[in-house]
């Protein structure tokens, strides 16, 4: 059965950091896309970071690049978020999926082509 636990939301202050854990189970993250999605209060859910494949391919969206860093732990088929630079825009409930299909790049963004969601994490960036 796959299972995703999402943790380390928090309230940060604009300028800071915080990475967020997906902890993985029933499947191996290295066989997987697997993504982080968030999602502002009154916005949609959008495309924030994925990595996928074995070489693991990244993608990340323009608001976060160059702040946020994804990365997965093999042994502890864990996935993370590293979030450095914080602005309140990136105040939302943070999300990972998963999916078996094969995608890379931007072609992992849409939550279409997940299959399997974590609860979700809250993140509060705010002075």
């Known amino acids: 059965q796959v299972q995703l636990v999402e943790s380390g939301g928090g309230l940060v202050q604009p300028g800071g950091s915080l990475r967020l854990s997906c902890a993985a189970s029933?499947?191996?993250?290295?066989?997987?896309?697997v993504g982080w999605f968030r999602q502002a209060p009154g916005k949609e859910r959008e495309g924030v970071s994925s990595?996928?494949?074995?070489?693991?391919?990244?993608y990340y969206a323009d608001s976060v690049k160059g702040r946020f860093t994804i990365s997965r732990d093999n042994a502890k088929n864990t996935l993370y978020l590293q979030m450095n630079s914080l602005k309140p825009e990136d105040t939302a409930v943070y999300y990972c999926?998963?999916?078996?299909?094969?995608?890379?790049?931007?072609?992992?963004?849409?939550?279409?082509?997940?299959?399997?969601w974590g609860q979700g994490t809250h993140v509060t960036v705010s002075s």
């Open positions: 999926a998963a999916t078996p299909q094969y995608c890379t790049g931007y072609g992992c963004s849409g939550e279409t082509k997940y299959n399997y």
């Open positions: 029933g499947f191996k993250l290295e066989d997987y896309a």
């Open positions: 990595i996928a494949g074995r070489p693991g391919i990244t």
